[in-house]
């Protein structure tokens, strides 16, 4: 009876040890966060990386150039951005169209970044 008792609590301990080295912990997933309100957007720093992963493979001679040599300029000279209605910007337009399509859209927080940008005045900073 005894020799059961000490079993039981080998057995008992045993599988409280199983369960708590089974445990796991959950990574959070942060979603990519946008600057805080106050912080401005930084073409080098949040847009240029956007243009490069998803835009400069086929904006390189075609307008508006998005390569990171080119695309300030070809965005201010050519007019694909509007600071007065910074919304009607094509280049605004055109990524919330959904263009290109496939793995080289940009997300809706790219999106927004590149809004934001705009509307803060679209610096080259
Ligand atoms: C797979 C190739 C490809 C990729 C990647 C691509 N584009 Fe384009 N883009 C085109 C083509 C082709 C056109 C012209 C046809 C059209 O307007 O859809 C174009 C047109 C545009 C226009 C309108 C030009 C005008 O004068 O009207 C803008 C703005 C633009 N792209 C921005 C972007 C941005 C920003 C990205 C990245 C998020 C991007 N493109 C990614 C191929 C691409």
Redesign the pocket.
């Known amino acids: 009876m005894k020799k059961n008792k000490i079993k039981y609590i080998l057995i008992s301990l045993f599988s409280m040890f199983l369960f708590v080295s089974c445990e796991y912990t959950t990574i959070e997933l942060t979603p990519p966060e946008l600057p805080s309100e106050d912080q401005e957007i930084s073409f080098a720093q949040y847009i240029q990386p956007?243009?490069a992963s998803?835009?400069a493979?086929?904006?390189i001679t075609?307008?508006?150039i998005?390569t990171s040599a080119g695309a300030y300029n070809s965005l201010i000279n050519d007019g694909?951005v509007n600071t007065t209605t910074p919304a009607s910007s094509?280049?605004y337009t055109?990524?919330l169209s959904g263009?290109?399509g496939g793995s080289?859209?940009?997300t809706a927080t790219e999106n927004a970044l590149i809004l934001r940008w705009i509307t803060e005045g679209a610096k080259n900073n």
């Open positions: 956007i243009f998803k835009c493979t086929c904006h075609r307008k508006p998005l694909y094509t280049l055109k990524v263009h290109p080289q859209t940009s």
